[in-house]
Each structure stands twice: as structure tokens, then as C-alpha cells.
């Protein structure tokens, strides 16, 4: 577990893009961010108070949260004193780069000496089990997509505010960096042992009530041929009782794929409920996400119709619309027969 | 690459089932298997010369591999001086043991002063790419199953030396531990890490000429929750052009877990194309491996035609009739217009 809130060290982010760890967890608990360390050329903000270590402290953080991403996804030397600074103030200290806090012996000498926690959240710290594919109480609702990128953990996240908004029970469980940081804890799947993947899934979502919802962050895809194993790991791990499709119109290709076409939503809809029913044959699709973003208000209407009449779903896009109807969507659902 | 030829070390086996990776390496490559190593209290017996380590070198052997798992999978106290003596002669250690011998301080010191090498087989000793997606030249032939441990790797490696027989190109390529022993390198594909899995698959299959067959060692079982995900990564790594389907009839429920049946061939067959023809739409299965040793002869015929009523397939137990008619399927759809 994380503590929060965090003081968002932005370092000397080149611009927005490089700093979106940091954007995402201000997206998605702004409450937890109170305040960014910004260093000399840092082209980023995040438009929440400039703190140094020491009114950051003063301000209750708990951990600083390295929420940017240098060429090389490396901890660069000129960051070093201010995260001993950090340490020494009282701040844990938690990353996602590719370099290990844990592997930098000035970082792990000042926290031992000033009793603090270094968190490298692309680093499974726990022996997950192997799944055992046991039925588990309370319910699941998995995103999936037709690619990549595409609103996975956006559209969870919207929809769990969403729910806890009508008073409803409900957890996000993050899969993936940003979310891990959002959530203060979680999985970093794709960093997990081949065989774990299920377990960790498993383990990440256990029993709970019968009324409780567990969002859980979707990764790659069923028709990525890079990742695809991850996602149907997500998918048996999770044994979903629903699922949220998700899709952004007019890519040319697979991202990172030249030579791959996106499925169309429907047909995304037939394999991932084939392979979800292996573990739930209760399993439902229940609504669209469609990422709009390029798109006029206009156009993006015409995306909602068009994924609608594909799927026979209601569609949105969370973030431009609101989670409302994919709510309504999941709840009606699995008010009814189908989803028991 | 594991130098071959091998002494096999069974330590004190207590079953033959202990000394199952001997069995493998002896089944597939008696060539590579020149002489046995077994201490007091084996109860196992590959039926090949017993050795000393002097007489092994003497025969030519290049390295010793750990043929035995003994409950916990660590190596012994009571081999070391075995496997030291080993070193010191000249041979090379080989093993696929939870615990490493790279993490044997004796070993390391002695393999560093004799010059030899330590091979464990379980852990990726190469950074795979992430997979790319892209056609490769070539043919590839994968073997999934309605379950795990129903054959793959035999079929793979009967349909292999059928086509080595014939005098056509073929090879087996490895992704567990006894299929790396027996062709002497591969991939542990359970142990590489989740966004990695259809890399290494690629690495493991690269671009080769076009009348030349690669037979890839199949993991897991599309519909086996806790490891799917491998499964899901061979597929769409391996890019496979044929499908060999994998069964054994009787089994009460799927390997490890009780709440789960086996599927139907005729399922798996649609599932695994479905699966296989988002990144190669010329994917075919081609026939039947079913694993009939509980069957008296009668009773496997039986199996083997329900198999071919469920699928249209031909099918044979490649160990019991022979992998001739999968060679046959595979080499006549091949030669039609449908794999190209």
C-alpha cells in the first residue's frame, strides 16, 4: 500500500506527455495529489500548488511520487538529492520508471536511515499463486478493448466514482502503473511471471460482498498480438460477470502493429465473451466506451450511434458524457436474471 | 545451448515418476543420453549404462543434467559433491530445479574455477523483445490441448522426427524444461515475464525457409484459467500455420481444477482458430493427438474415432500408432492451396 496524499515530483518533465502518470492520478484522485516539485526547465503543471519537500511535508504528504517519464524511463542524477531530501523529511518514495528506486544504493541508504519505504511499482513484490479458477463471491466488471490505450482504466475508474456517488459498493483494481498510484495499490501485471498472471488477477480481486462491484483494470488486448496473453490472463483471473468494450474510432492500425486492422466492436464483443464464458458462462457484455477525443461534439454522437448499432449497447464516452449510462447499463443488468 | 551429449543424474529418485525429465530426454534423444548417474537409494532406471563421472567424460559426455524433481525441487545437500566432481572434470550442470544453481555458491566457485557452465533451464537468460506481429517466412505447426499435460510435447516431437525420417525440414522448438533438454536450448515461456510471452515465441521461431517446419511445444490449455494466457501468447507469437489438437478421453475434470470440465475437441477446434486466425486467417487444424495409455486397443480405436466423428480430423496416438497420418494431414493441406 501507498500512502497518500503525494507530492507529484514532476522533475524536469520536457512537456505535458512526459509527465502523464502525474496527469492520471490528478485526473483521478485529485485529493490525493496536493502539491508538485518542479525543477529548473520542467515544461509541465499540473495547476495544483508548487511545494517544496519541506511544505509538501508540512502539508501531510506522505509520499513522493515520481509522475514523470524521462527518455529511457531512468532516474536521472540531477533528481538524486532532492529524493535523499525527501527521504530525509519523512516522504516514502514510489516509481514506476524502469530503473529500480531499490537498485540505487543512495536512495536505499537514506531510507534505511530515515525508516522509509521505497515503492517500485513495475515490481511484483508478492508470490502470487497459481489461479485456481474458484468461483468467488461478489461481482466483476472488466474492460476490454479493440487495441491498446484505448480507455481501459479511464472508463473504470469513471464508472467506480460513478457508483460510489449513488452510495453503491464498489473498488477499482488497478493493473497497470498509473492505476497502481490511483488505487495506492494493485498489480503490475505485465511485469508478472507467465504463469502467476491468472493467480495475480485472483489474488487482486478476492471474495467480497454480494452486492460489491470490483472494477478491474483492463491491459492489452484480445487481438493484440503482443499482449494478448496478459488480457485473457485479466480475463479468466477476473472471472468478469460484465464487461465494458472500449474502442476509439479511426486508428489506422493496431498500435505498435503496421500490418494489424482493429476488430470492429462486435466482433470484439463474440471472442471475449467465448473466452470469458470458459470461467462464467453468466458473463454479459453490457455497454460501449468510446474514446472521442478527436473527434467534434457532432462526429462524436455519430461514434456513440454507430458503436450502439453495432453492439446493441448503450455506448458513451465517459469522459466527455459521463459514466451515467454504463452504470445504469451494469446495474440493470445484474438487477435481472442474466447476470446470476 | 546445452552441449549435448548428457549424464543423466538421478540422484536418489525415489519413483520413476521423480525421474520423469530423464524419461523425456531418453524417449526423445537416447542419442544425447549416453549413461545414467544414480546414488544410493534410486529407485529409478533409465536403462542405460551406469556411469561414474570419469567414465561419462571418457564416453564423451559434455554435460550433466539434474533428470530428477524431488519434493520441493531443490538440489540436494547430498549431490553436491557430485555435481562438484562434476565440474571438476570437465562437465557442464544442467538442471530445471526451482532452486538455481547459480544461486549454489560451491557450484558457482567451482564451475567459475573449472571453467564450465551452469545452465538453469527454468530462468530466461535472454531480454526477449516484445512481439512484433510481423509474417515470418516459413512454416510453423503448434499442438494445443483440451487441457494441460495431454501430449503436446510428444505429438510435437513424434511429428518432428516423422518429418526428419521423411528427409524434409523440421524443427521442435522448446518452451519448457524437458523439450529444452531434449533439443539442448528454447524458451521457458512460464517463466518469462507477462508483456514478453509472444516475443520470446517469435525469438523462438524465427524467419526460416519456406518448406521448412517448425513444430513449437505447446504450454497450457486456451480453456485452463491459470494458465490460458501462456497459451494465448504461443498462439499469437507463433503465428502457427496447422494445428495438431491435443485430448485425453476420461478425464474427470481439468488438470488442478475440479470445477472445471474438459472441453469438447470440436470446441477447442473452433476456439484455438478463432484465436489463431487474428494473426494468421490461413491457420488450419490438421489433425488429432489423443493420449489413449489407459485404453486397451480396442477401446483407444474407439477414441480415435469419436475423435475424427467430433472434428473431421484425422487422429492417432502418436506414441501408441505411430505420428505418420499427422504427418500425412499436415503435409497434404500444406501442399493445397488452404495453408498458403
New interface residues.
Partial sequence: MIKQPYLLFLGDAPDRLAAKVAQGICDWRPEAAIGQYRMAGCAADMRIPDMSIAEAREAGAETLVIGVANRGGVIADSWMAVLEEALAAGLDIASGLHNLLTDEPRLVRAARKFGRELHDVRTPVIDYP??????RTGRRCLAVGTDVSVGKMYVSLAMQREMLRRGLKASFRATGQTGIFVAGEGVP???????F???AVEWLSPDNDDDHWDFIEGQGS??H?????????LV??GQPDAIILCHEPGRPH?R??P??QL?ELERLCE?VL??AH??NPACRAVGVSVNTSRFSQEEARQCLQDAEARTGLPATDPIRFGAEALVDALLSESNGETLR
Avoid: Q
Avoid at 497459481?130 to 468461483?135: F, P, Q, V
Fill in positions: 497459481i489461479a485456481n479458477g474458484r468461483k501485471l505485465d511485469a508478472v511471471v507467465a504463469d498472471m491468472a493467480g484480445l487481438f498480438a503482443s499482449y494478448s496473453g496478459v488480457t485473457l490472463a479468466h483471473g493496431m505498435g502493429l500490418d494489424y476488430p471472442v467465448t473466452m470458459i470461467v
